[in-house]
């Protein structure tokens, strides 16, 4: 008695606490470990369903929602998945890369079977294998509710796709789009999918991607294209289609009459298949996107497809890119745009091919009848190495005035407005653009600054040194000379108040004699002209040499820099005033028989100091053969 009562106890404490909706895993790991083999051998020999549990008063049909999926884990002997529980009642459930396996995938069937609010179930690479979806199948005849799936990269095999091709065959679910991609289906599983989705009426959208299709495989999925009448998306991308697979699936493509999304990309069609492509869009006004990049289809293939751009009114969306195309189809692509008034294309992808200019002539041309289409091309050929032509901020454009923009400045716009492709325009693009286009001007307007700056200093440096040179020149050139009285000898340590370094750089005046006059006529010279009586230079030391030497016979020559920026007028008629002192002078000495200095301006007088090295220097340059001494001090 004492025995069976505690017995009793214990039932309703157990029962106790699975009433309890919080039950946790390491519980349910502990009584799932606390049972002897013995029992579960008992178990297993008196179940005669998945339904049934160790506690004979419960039943999975009493169970719902988290406690059905944890007795279901512990029924299989695995770990529930937290994020499961957490989202059981969310619409869409993402379980991808959880680790799963085929007993993960049977509780998660189990749990699922009851579920009214999940919708979209997501269970790739999860390796839950033909078993697996085994479980799923019969979870999906139940369920209702669930109109996608993915089993994506699971490994499924030829024994799952039978599984799913009967599931396709009864139209029993309401799947609507199923993704198998990478599962390993072979040639004979085409055969089960073709004959299934013959007379589904269910299924719109069908993955079939990164599998082993080949030319039998081409030719079974032709066949239900040719007999579906509810698929609107296919995606085989990613396959060996090619050669009789390939035409057969343009063949069926020609009166399928529901499909509007084809993805072919990565396979083997080469020009057979686009011949049978182009073949097909010439009758099939339905398709709306054809994806065929990488296809081994060069300018053969473009043109035979382009025969059937020629006609189709509907296709808007044609990618080949990847594929050994030139420039001459591109052109044989655009060309049956242009001769084709009801084609509603909009985007061409021939992105890795390199175009010219005729090209761009032949686009712009093509878009003005049909402003919506886009061709997206690799580059132009001769301009890659070229910097690109600058176009104006189209930003700035609108923001500026009303300027009409071309399609490169809208493609252009578009960008900057959704740099995230996200659909949605930011509109703070067009603060920023103004903040900079502020900052552009003020940077503009100190840069202007600066620069009229820089020249007006310039300006006046120039015209400040030159100044300065011509006040130089004006006061040496002013020669003062009286009859009859000997210029003063000129000190060695004065020598040093004469300096010709800074002067030279700007001019350099020469008093030569009439013999070296004649060299350089062509630049500016001023010579007194020979009077009637002329005046000596005499000197008393040896070394002057200006003896016999008149002021007729001297010449003033001057020499100005080519870079010199104000005009050598203003020199000259320097020059010409002192010239014009000296010959009064002489005349006024002539007629008066004066001995003695005459008073004259204070700007043309000089000192018998420069008066005697000037002399000095006259005769070195009319002899320095005679008078070597004294043309080396002139250097």
């Known amino acids: 008695m004492e025995h069976e009562f505690s017995d009793s106890e214990e039932d309703e404490d157990q029962n106790e606490e699975m009433s309890e909706g919080s039950l946790s895993v390491e519980f349910l790991l502990l009584a799932d470990q606390s049972n002897s083999p013995a029992e579960e051998k008992t178990r297993a020999d008196s179940s005669d369903t998945d339904l049934e549990i160790e506690d004979p008063e419960r039943s999975f049909a009493t169970m719902k929602g988290a406690e059905l999926y944890l007795e279901a884990c512990k029924l299989v002997g695995v770990v529930p998945v937290s994020y499961f529980l957490r989202n059981m009642e969310e619409p869409y459930m993402n379980l991808n890369h959880h680790g799963l396996g085929p007993q993960g995938a049977k509780a998660i069937a189990i749990a699922l079977v009851s579920n009214t609010t999940i919708t979209h179930?997501?269970?790739?690479?999860?390796?839950?294998?033909?078993?697996?979806?085994?479980?799923?199948?019969?979870?999906?005849?139940?369920?209702?509710?669930?109109?996608?799936?993915?089993?994506?990269?699971?490994?499924?095999?030829?024994?799952?796709?039978?599984?799913?091709?009967?599931?396709?065959?009864?139209?029993?679910?309401?799947?609507?789009?199923?993704?198998?991609?990478?599962?390993?289906?072979?040639?004979?599983?085409?055969?089960?999918?073709?004959?299934?989705?013959?007379?589904?009426?269910?299924?719109?959208?069908?993955?079939?991607?990164?599998?082993?299709?080949?030319?039998?495989?081409?030719?079974?999925?032709?066949?239900?294209?040719?007999?579906?009448?509810a698929l609107e998306f296919l995606n085989l991308s990613w396959n060996h289609l090619r050669m009789k697979g390939a035409v057969a699936l343009g063949a069926g493509l020609r009166v399928n009459g529901t499909l509007k999304i084809l993805d072919l990309s990565w396979n083997g069609f080469g020009n057979e298949g686009a011949l049978a492509l182009g073949e097909a869009l010439k009758l099939n006004n339905i398709l709306v996107k054809l994806d065929i990049s990488s296809n081994h289809i060069n300018n053969e293939g473009a043109g035979k497809l382009a025969k059937g751009l020629e006609v189709n009114g509907n296709l808007k969306i044609l990618k080949l890119s990847h594929n050994p195309l030139t420039v001459e189809g591109a052109v044989a692509l655009v060309t049956s745009i242009r001769k084709n008034p009801k084609s509603k294309m909009e985007e061409i992808n021939i992105s890795n091919v390199l175009v010219n200019g005729s090209f761009l002539k032949l686009l712009d041309v093509v878009c003005q009848v049909h402003p919506e289409l886009d061709v997206i091309y690799g580059g132009v050929r001769g301009f890659i190495s070229k910097k690109p032509e600058q176009r104006p901020d189209p930003m700035k454009l609108i923001q500026q005035s009303r300027i009409p923009l071309d399609r490169a400045q809208i493609g252009e716009l578009v960008h900057k407005l959704d740099r995230h492709q996200t659909g949605m325009v930011d509109y703070r693009s067009l603060v920023d653009t103004q903040k900079q286009m502020v900052r552009d001007q003020r940077w503009q307007l100190r840069r202007e600054e600066?620069?009229?700056?820089?020249?007006?200093?310039?300006?006046?440096?120039?015209?400040?040194?030159?100044?300065?040179?011509?006040?130089?020149?004006?006061?040496?050139?002013?020669?003062?000379?009286?009859?009859?009285?000997?210029?003063?000898?000129?000190?060695?340590?004065?020598?040093?108040?004469?300096?010709?370094?800074?002067?030279?750089?700007?001019?350099?005046?020469?008093?030569?004699?009439?013999?070296?006059s004649s060299q350089n006529s062509a630049e500016p010279a001023f010579s007194e002209q020979k009077g009637s009586s002329s005046h000596q230079l005499s000197q008393s030391e040896p070394h002057s040499a200006s003896r016999d030497m008149s002021t007729s016979d001297l010449e003033v020559k001057f020499y100005s820099q080519r870079n010199l920026s104000i005009s050598e007028a203003q020199t000259h008629s320097q020059y010409s005033i002192a010239t014009s002192d000296l010959e009064t002078y002489s005349k006024a000495q002539s007629s008066d028989n004066a001995s003695s200095y005459r008073v004259m301006p204070r700007e043309t007088r000089c000192s018998a100091h420069e008066s005697h090295y000037l002399a000095r220097n006259c005769h070195a340059a009319s002899s320095p053969q005679k008078h070597g001494h004294s043309a080396k001090s002139s250097k």
Request: aromatic content about 6%; charged content about 20%.
């Open 450 to 516: 600066s620069r009229q700056k820089k020249e007006k200093h310039k300006s006046e440096h120039v015209l400040q040194t030159f100044k300065t040179a011509v006040e130089m020149v004006t006061s040496r050139s002013s020669l003062v000379m009286c009859s009859g009285q000997k210029p003063l000898a000129l000190p060695k340590s004065d020598l040093a108040h004469f300096p010709t370094t800074s002067l030279s750089s700007w001019c350099q005046p020469a008093i030569t004699g009439k013999s070296t």
């Open 121 to 229: 179930l997501e269970l790739e690479d999860n390796w839950i294998l033909a078993e697996g979806v085994t479980c799923l199948v019969q979870m999906l005849r139940e369920n209702c509710y669930i109109q996608e799936l993915n089993v994506s990269n699971n490994h499924i095999g030829t024994e799952g796709a039978e599984a799913i091709s009967r599931m396709f065959l009864d139209n029993i679910s309401s799947l609507r789009a199923v993704q198998l991609s990478g599962n390993n289906f072979r040639e004979e599983t085409a055969q089960y999918f073709a004959e299934a989705l013959v007379g589904n009426y269910r299924v719109k959208e069908l993955d079939l991607s990164h599998n082993e299709f080949s030319e039998k495989g081409g030719e079974h999925l032709g066949q239900m294209l040719a007999n579906n009448e």
